[in-house]
T-cell receptor, first 113, second 115 residues
Framework: AQTVTQSQPEMSVQEAETVTLSCTYDTSESDYYLFWYKQPPSRQMILVIRQEAYKQQNATENRFSVNFQKAAKSFSLKISDSQLGDAAMYFCAPNNAGNMLTFGGGTRLMVKP | NAGVTQTPKFRVLKTGQSMTLLCAQDMNHEYMYWYRQDPGMGLRLIHYSVGEGTTAKGEVPDGYNVSRLKKQNFLLGLESAAPSQTSVYFC??????????????FGPGTRLTVL
């Protein structure tokens, strides 16, 4: 079974600054994907970024990038130029061979104007 | 293209009552999933389906049943609701595992309260 740990229950960042959210996981899978989902107060789950575990290059989507360390089983999310709309819960989730996601407990990100 | 839709959005039940949550997707995805999210926690998988007519148990299946009679629909049933089933329920769909689009797409959620 997979386990996912997000060690930061809450994080705060000043608008326009950079913040990094941490995620570590444990898996026996050799090939898998990793995802960061954002959940704003509307509770809709929104995909932020995804990473294929077999790729060494870190994924980037506009202001969002990841630092993927496969050997360490670490998958952190960096948000640059933080905006008020980035305030939300963020969940890290690896999948398995059956494409089932295991979610971490989440990190609540607050953005200060 | 509506993506993933869920019916209803809110529901209040009394202990022992039954209900069915409906999930529909228009993306022709093979895989569909039901998750629950309790306050302050991440989502946990209840049941999933890898294709029409097939279902399987996830992490927390007790007290729930599912059916996938049509590819586009995935139903979650509670036969005898209990207060411990008070939660927000999310449906998701995704393409075949291992394919180029392994992303799961989520519905808006159903908030269920069991009194």
């Amino acid at each position: 079974a997979q386990t996912v740990t997000q060690s930061q229950p809450e994080m705060s960042v000043q608008e326009a600054e950079t913040v990094t959210l941490s995620c570590t996981y444990d898996t026996s899978e050799s090939d898998y994907y990793l995802f960061w989902y954002k959940q704003p107060p509307s509770r809709q789950m929104i995909l932020v970024i995804r990473q294929e575990a077999y790729k060494q290059q870190n994924a980037t989507e506009n202001r969002f990038s990841v630092n993927f360390q496969k050997a360490a089983k670490s998958f952190s999310l960096k948000i640059s130029d933080s905006q008020l709309g980035d305030a939300a819960m963020y969940f890290c989730a690896p999948n398995n061979a059956g494409n089932m996601l295991t979610f971490g407990g989440g990190t609540r990100l607050m953005v200060k104007p | 293209n509506a993506g993933v839709t869920q019916t209803p959005k809110f529901r209040v039940l009394k202990t022992g009552q039954s209900m069915t949550l409906l999930c529909a997707q228009d993306m022709n995805h093979e895989y569909m999933y039901w998750y629950r999210q309790d306050p302050g926690m991440g989502l946990r998988l209840i049941h999933y389906s890898v294709g029409e007519g097939t279902t399987a148990k996830g992490e927390v299946p007790d007290g729930y049943n599912v059916s996938r009679l049509k590819k586009q629909n995935f139903l979650l049933g509670l036969e005898s609701a209990a207060p411990s089933q008070t939660s927000v329920y999310f449906c998701a769909s995704g393409a075949l595992a291992g394919g180029p689009t392994d992303t799961q797409y989520f519905g808006p959620g159903t908030r269920l309260t069991v009194l």
